[in-house]
């Protein structure tokens, strides 16, 4: 069964950057949509990015478009998601799923999740 996990989360001042990664054991990311969510404190969760198994990826939140990227490394069977010029309101956890129908970003298809990873953005 699929398993992930990610990293990467910390402390970062507004402005900064990080990388999160959501490395995965138990079957091959190549067949998997992987996508990141994050949630607020106080807030229901968010779509943030996705990937296709192909590599195509799509927004699901207009606030980190142009700042935010996501990629996979097949090889190394993880996805990242690469955040510039973070905000305050960037601050959450962050959890990445997967979708067993890899052609596809479906914000309500996801399968597997991993527990999350905290980002906090605070001066």
């Known amino acids: 069964q699929l398993q992930l996990v990610e990293s990467g989360g910390g402390l970062v001042q507004p402005g900064g950057s990080l990388r999160l990664s959501c490395a995965a054991s138990g079957a091959t990311l190549d067949y998997y949509a992987i996508a990141w969510f994050r949630q607020a404190p106080g807030k229901e969760r968010e779509g943030v990015l996705c990937?296709?198994?192909?590599?195509?990826?799509?927004y699901f939140a207009d606030s980190v478009e142009g700042r935010f990227t996501i990629s996979r490394d097949n090889a190394k069977n993880t996805v990242y998601l690469q955040m510039n010029s973070l905000k305050l309101d960037d601050t959450a956890v962050y959890y990445c799923?997967?979708?067993?129908?890899?052609?596809?970003?479906?914000?309500?298809?996801?399968?597997?999740w991993g527990k999350g990873t905290l980002v906090t953005v605070s001066s």
């Open positions: 990937i296709t198994g192909r590599g195509s990826s799509f």
């Open positions: 799923a997967a979708d067993a129908d890899p052609y596809y970003c479906q914000l309500d298809g996801m399968d597997y």
